[in-house]
């Protein structure tokens, strides 16, 4: 069950942690599909070769029903069956497993993460595992397995029944033609069993996926004591960031006051704005703005503005007109 407290979406820092440490939103059942439609292809693709190789396991065991067989001539035909075997089975295992790790790059993109491979008590807890049993997702898991199970075994009866009068057939099929004709039917009826799985498969898959998208979502929601415990620890305290921005107001507001002397002018609202200028004509092409402040600020660069001599002008517009478009330098 979801935590009510966790009603916040996570933060690119707190995705990027998930992600750091392998916990993102895949689905095993896509990438298991996917690798199975890419050897339905490969079988189809090289299905003459494929078909051939089946012939020749098929036709070296039938060949050798009715002999005498002893200790060698056992392991000669082992290891011919086998070598035929091998050269079935070593592409269709290269493409499950190229298809595989395509499937997970194609949802995830590259992670390398040992955090998953780190022993953790919570697993070997009996209490943690009857959690995860009794929570959305063991249930979505339990479903999702069952319908599986379900839609498989009945694609394979509706798939095997209505190949199996050719089945029967081989019952009458001439012994010098049997193999030939084994690997046809049983071969046509395998494919067509796991084309349709493939298929069905796909669609739950695709489903499955979105689901896992959306319980990760779900996992990774935060907390709003989470939330304030992640910008301690990324941007700061806020306390210290207040009093930073304090002190630095406070160090902006000195270097102000200490440029008023050298000022030639101080513009004022009369009361609430003060704008101290400076201007040399001989080297400045118009004047800047030295310090400029409002209400108690306002009165204390009038006050240097008076203990050093320097004009104050009342001009209210002219003041406000500074004050707002016009920066410090």
Known sequence: MADPEKIYPATPHKR???????????????????????VLGFFFV??????????NIMYGAFSAIGGQLNAGKTILIFLGLTGVAFKIIAPVLIVAVLVGILGNIFQIGLIFSSQPLMPQLSRINPISGFQRILSMRGLFEAVKSIFKIGLIGYIVYVTIMSGLADVFSLVDADKSNIAALFVSIVGRIGFQVFLR?????????????????????????MTREEIREEMKR??????????????????SQARMMKAIPEADAVITNPVH???AIKYDYEVMDSPYVVAKGER????????????????IVENPPLAQALYKNVEVG
Do not use: C, M
């Open 16 to 38: 990027n942690e998930s992600r750091e440490k392998g916990q993102v939103a895949k689905s095993n059942e896509l990438t298991t599909t996917l690798a199975l439609i890419a």
């Open 46 to 55: 090289a299905g003459y070769d494929t078909w051939h190789h089946l012939t």
């Open 197 to 221: 799985a493939a298929l069905a498969l796909l669609f739950l898959s695709i489903f499955d996926l979105l689901y896992q998208r959306w319980q990760h979502e779900q996992d990774i929601r």
């Open 234 to 251: 990324t941007e700061g305290d806020p306390e210290i960031r207040r009093r930073i921005r304090r002190v630095q107001r406070e160090l």
């Open 273 to 275: 704005l003060a704008v």
């Open 296 to 311: 108690k600020i306002a009165r204390q660069i009038r006050e240097i503005a008076e203990e050093h001599g320097v004009p």
